[in-house]
């Protein structure tokens, strides 16, 4: 969970599930900058002190979008180059990302939210994580200014790049140029599974199929959706299926229809919150202690025409009464059943749901053990 004290602009990372704190942080008084003695720091490039000075870094560059077995090969190869060199290891990413920039709505959907990003980055144990805010006067840095950037500000020494690394306006800088700027460059071959590269690009269009199985393969983990719960149109519950909206941080997702899915709330046991509220109404257990099973739907709302259409990820438990509002929520996706259909009548769509969520129940009791 992230957290944020507005004396000094300090945000703490707070895992819970896995009884860990990370301090992730640092920040920045308007007077001048601190750090705090924690395993990660998150800077924001663009706020920033004049007199901030970091150690000097071992940084790679990238969009880390679903942090993916590639990612995590290029941060292994940043922390073994950083601990021979005795420098501090240091990813910057971007946000937005360059094509949600240029493209809007119709950018590629994102695997993960910028808060998902900084969760797998700091278990991936880097010193420093750089957001550089992509707008109109980071797009228009020449190479040269986006390499002052690496340099005085990152106090970059040794860069880990991928093999068709591009940056500044017009992707006009490579690696060759940062060697030419008095950079060390180790560019990380491609990772490849099953002969094919490993790349986000491949995970979104993996996810889109609904192959959970390979997804989980080239990402390291199973794929999960982390957010808080919002409150939706409450229709669910006029039907006697009600949900909980899970808010998903990003302008459209990976996925698409009905998924059987395992939810564990971020900052306490679901399970004890769930047995608090009703006792008589325990859901149905998850694989993990604290976790519990559920119907995920991933879409839109096709009866209200939008030019950009609104996504949603909602959860239905069976056998759950509690209030779970403001939660912040886990959702990891374990079985595909169907895709979006679209239902004639409301009559229509309840005998859809009951059936749907009669198969996902099968499925979680013909898989005692977690599919991943």
């Not at 180059?81 to 709505?105: C, D, H, S, W």
């Not at 550089?132 to 020449?142: P, T």
């Not at 990891?332 to 009669?358: C, R």
Request: aromatic content about 10%; charged content about 25%; overall charge neutral.
């Amino acid at each position: 969970m992230l957290f944020f004290t507005r004396e000094f602009n300090i945000f703490l990372y707070e895992n819970t599930t896995t009884r860990r704190t990370l301090k992730i942080m640092a920040i920045y008084s308007p007077d001048n900058f601190s750090l705090i003695d924690s395993p990660m720091k998150l800077l924001r490039l663009n706020a920033l002190a004049p007199n901030f000075q970091l150690p000097k870094t071992a940084a790679t560059i990238g969009n880390f979008d679903g942090v993916h077995l590639g990612h995590q090969a290029m941060i292994a190869q940043l922390k073994q180059l950083a601990a021979a060199q005795n420098l501090k290891t240091l990813v910057m990413i971007f946000e937005p990302q360059p094509l949600e920039f240029f493209k809007g709505y119709e950018a590629p959907p994102r695997i993960s939210s910028l808060r998902e990003k900084v969760e797998y980055l700091t278990e991936l144990g880097v010193d420093y994580i750089a957001i550089a805010k992509f707008d109109n006067h980071f797009r228009s840095l020449n190479a040269e200014s986006f390499a002052d950037i690496l340099k005085q500000k990152l106090n970059a020494e040794h860069l880990v790049l991928g093999d068709d690394f591009h940056f500044g306006k017009n992707r006009q800088g490579n690696s060759e140029f940062l060697r030419g700027y008095g950079f060390q460059v180790t560019n990380l071959n491609t990772i490849a599974l099953d002969g094919h590269r490993v790349s986000s690009t491949r995970i979104r269009h993996t996810l889109q199929a609904g192959d959970l199985a390979l997804a989980a393969k080239l990402l390291g983990r199973p794929y999960s959706i982390t957010g808080r719960v919002q409150y939706g149109d409450q229709i669910g519950r006029t039907i006697d299926f009600p949900t909980i909206n899970v808010r998903l941080n990003r302008h459209k997702p990976c996925l698409n229809g009905i998924y059987g899915v395992e939810v564990v709330c971020e900052t306490r046991s679901l399970k004890d919150k769930v047995k608090a509220d009703n006792p008589e109404k325990l859901g149905i257990a998850g694989y993990e202690p604290t976790a519990l099973f559920g119907a995920g739907h991933v879409g839109t709302r096709p009866a209200i025409k939008q030019e950009h259409p609104e996504w949603r990820l909602e959860v239905h438990f069976p056998d759950v009464s509690a209030n779970l509002y403001g939660l912040l929520m886990r959702v990891t996706f374990l079985n595909y059943l169907h895709g979006e259909k679209d239902y004639p009548s409301l009559e229509a769509l309840k005998a859809g749901i009951d059936d749907d969520v009669e198969k996902l129940l099968e499925f979680r009791q013909n898989t005692p053990n977690s599919p991943f």
